[in-house]
């Protein structure tokens, strides 16, 4: 069964210090690869895909995530964070075959000043 | 990028009505359309998928005559809960999937729905 993990429910990190959100897939093939950031009573706003490529993504907010095949992972980062960072961050996956895109559970990040 | 509303915002009823949700992509054609229900801080969960013209597909414990999806359009779906109850107050998203990047989906800003 096609599955996805982040398992910190929540991230605390001082502002200006790196940010990691952890995320590890198991889906069968080579899937794609999403991140997404939720604020209070909004829907979801798209940061950044992995399809296919540089290993390394780059996306909005200064945001990029890291494919790792060999461990199955894609976790996000970002050098600084921002107090404004501090939202609801899921990881999604999706097969090739253009299935449904399967969400993590979700990580609260809170940044403090 | 492209965008996605939903209408109402939110919305207050009164058990036993039925309240209507629009999902709208603004700016592309969306040849499939998700609704989602969540939870405070929680994950997303499907309820359907809706392709334009066809019935939608529900995801299972999903009731669909409870919840009823029209996909009429390339740009509109809604989403129909029937009869509602307590126990159906949540977050309702949509989201679309269309256009030239078709790997994408987009959200729309979801609807909060309280049933009194």
């Known amino acids: 069964a096609q599955s996805v993990a982040q398992p910190e429910d929540q991230v605390n990190v001082a502002e200006g210090n790196p940010l990691t959100v952890k995320c590890t897939y198991s889906?069968?093939?080579?899937?794609?690869l999403f991140w997404y950031v939720q604020y209070p009573n909004r829907g979801l706003q798209f940061l950044l895909k992995?399809?296919?490529?540089?290993?390394l993504v780059k996306g909005s907010y200064g945001f990029e995530a890291e494919f790792n095949k060999s461990q199955t992972s894609f976790h996000l980062k970002k050098p600084s964070a921002l107090v404004s960072d501090s939202a609801l961050y899921f990881c999604?996956?999706?097969?090739?075959?253009?299935?449904?895109?399967?969400f993590g559970q979700g990580t609260e990040l809170s940044v403090k000043p | 990028g492209a965008v996605v509303s939903q209408h109402p915002s939110w919305v207050i009823c009164k058990s036993g009505t039925s309240v209507k949700i629009e999902c709208r992509s603004l700016?592309?054609?969306?040849?499939?359309m998700f609704w989602y229900r969540q939870f405070p801080k929680q994950s997303l969960m499907l309820m359907a998928t809706s392709n334009e013209g066809s019935k939608a597909t529900y995801e299972q414990g999903v009731e669909k005559d409870k919840f009823l999806i029209n996909h009429a359009s390339l740009t509109l779906s809604t989403l129909t809960v029937t009869s509602a109850h307590p126990e159906d107050s949540s977050f309702y998203i949509c989201s679309a999937r269309g256009g030239i990047d078709d790997n994408e989906q987009f959200f729309g800003p979801g609807t909060r729905l309280t049933v009194l």
């Open positions: 999604a996956v999706r097969d090739r075959r253009g299935g449904k895109l399967i």
């Open positions: 700016d592309f054609q969306a040849t499939t």
């Open positions: 889906v069968s093939g080579n899937p794609y």
């Open positions: 992995y399809i296919t490529g540089d290993n």
